[in-house]
């Protein structure tokens, strides 16, 4: 019953833009830290984004600033990822995750994860 379930990945070129979708399950997730990691090839997991269950702070990996932008509608219990300017370097399986505390979800331990959604950029 627990599921977060991503949706909105694909194929783009470089400088494209893309819109990353992930909606919960259950209603209790509206209290609940939300937010993005992703995994490349051959790369252990990197932490992206996340945004506090008020959605008033938000949190990006210094390789994302300035074009990588969290929020979450919690009437809908989803956090989106919009991703803008992306690079081939942005390639990943993006995986959206939930978790009570931030620096827990920074740190790659949350305690809730989608199964993920492809994201490829092609040069």
């Known amino acids: 019953q627990v599921q977060l379930v991503e949706s909105g990945g694909g194929l783009v070129q470089a400088g494209g833009s893309l819109r990353l979708s992930c909606a919960a399950s259950?209603?209790?997730?509206?209290?609940?830290?939300m937010g993005w990691s992703r995994q490349a090839p051959g790369k252990e997991r990197e932490f992206v984004a996340a945004?506090?269950?008020?959605?008033?702070?938000?949190y990006y990996a210094e390789s994302v600033k300035g074009r990588f932008t969290i929020s979450r509608d919690n009437a809908k219990v989803t956090v989106y990822l919009q991703m803008n300017s992306l690079q081939p370097e942005d390639t990943a399986v993006y995986y959206c995750?939930?978790?009570?505390?931030?620096?827990?979800?920074?740190?790659?331990?949350?305690?809730?994860w989608g199964q993920g959604t492809q994201v490829t950029v092609s040069s």
């Open positions: 945004i506090s269950w008020g959605g008033g702070r938000t």
């Open positions: 995750n939930a978790d009570p505390r931030i620096p827990t979800m920074t740190s790659g331990e949350s305690r809730y």
């Open positions: 259950e209603r209790t997730f509206s209290m609940y830290a």
